[in-house]
């Protein structure tokens, strides 16, 4: 990717299309003398915020605010201007003309972040959090990405990181000054350490699956035979009547998706059609296909029975399907219509599969709507009670993993009275992951697949 430091870059920083107000971003060496070209102002250069006009050629193009900050306490460390001017796509695209025509030029994805990455305002998994923040879907995935942006997860691997280099140092004195009177760690300290270490890294490891479902979201099939009640509880889910209702067994004949916040996680809903044995439409027959391939590629299944009724050949072909191995999701068991009389419980529906929880609900009245999403939640490792989530990424994981396995190898040689040499090479190998989480000396091909993936003007 073209990131040139020595250029003056620009770009729009608000989303596209028309709005009240646009800003646009220059940064680097030239940026004051390039946007004084074209922005006139009776304010004088000491005002850090300027009200004037944005002139091309002594013509007025927009009436404009412009915000100067001067490196390197800035976002990207460098000088820095904000421009801020009407909506209009016009002028939008006029006043980016006239900053490459006097200097600067596009901003490449993410070039502004990794500006401030390579100048040391925050380091890679910090400058990840950037654009894991502008792509939450919901207010918790938010909240977790500004705890990673505000360096908490950096702050973790650095305590790592800090225990490592210790430890490393008191294993290479040993291998240096063998024979001289210094304190070393005894096997048994060693040992402590690496446990210690292990311990730290591995719970690091644990929030990977949790902020997976936080920035991707899970998607829950509602299966079960015709007017079981699946295309009200999704209404019920909803707050709203986005499925058709009626007596007829068969109305669903194809999946319904809607989106939903279940505690934090973007949780995607999947009507289904119903699955029973026999059925001569045609159409009916491709509904429970893709009923099935919707529960084969769900995250989660919400099983759901017509408590009023009992239990049928239908029910048990389901079991069937579920139990023939296409299906590894974890499975919510939901007994419908708990407002009228029930012809089966918990215990009869408990011998059909191997469910995570069987919850009692009415979709009509929407009683037992609120702890079947506090079971999905669980599933998911959303706690009501924690609010404070870090966001682990793939390649966190990927890097943290190899860390893990250093540690354990240098525990084995430790716990065997191997040669500490060995030891050294892994704690070493460990340091390295901990180092390119952090940006330590990670290829910059690793960092031109991470920044391109940021939207341009941030």
Known sequence: MNYLNEDTIAALSTAAGKSAIAVIRLSGKQSFQIINKIFKTAAGEGKQIRLGFIENNGKKTDEAICAFFTAPNTYTGE???????????????????????????????????????????????????????????????????????????????????????????????????????????????KEEMLNSLILTNQKLLDTYKVSENLQKGMKAAIIGKPNSGKSSLLNAVLGKDRAIVTEIAGTTTDTIEEIIDCRGIPLTIIDTAGIRLHTENSIELLGQERSKEAANKADILIWIFDASAELDKNDLEIAQYLSSGCVNAPIIGVANKSDLPSKINQNDIKNLAKFNTIINISAKSNDGIAKLLEAIAEIAGISDVQNDYLLVNSRHFALLKNAREALMKAKEIVANNKEDEIAALELKNALSAADEILGINTPQDILDTIFKQFCIGK
């Open 79 to 189: 000088n820095l201007v904000e421009i801020s001017t009407h909506g209009n796509p016009v002028i939008i695209k006029e006043v980016l003309d006239l900053l490459y025509k006097n200097g600067a030029r596009a901003a490449e994805p993410g070039e502004f972040t990794y500006r401030a990455f390579v100048n040391g305002k925050m380091d890679l998994a910090e400058a990840e959090s950037v654009c894991a923040l502008i792509t939450s879907k919901t207010e918790t995935a938010a909240k977790a990405a500004l705890n990673n942006v505000s360096g908490k997860f950096s702050k973790e691997v650095r305590d790592i990181k800090h225990k490592l280099t210790r430890f490393l140092a008191h294993v290479e004195a040993s291998l240096d000054y063998p024979e001289d009177e210094i304190p070393f760690m005894t096997p048994k300290q």
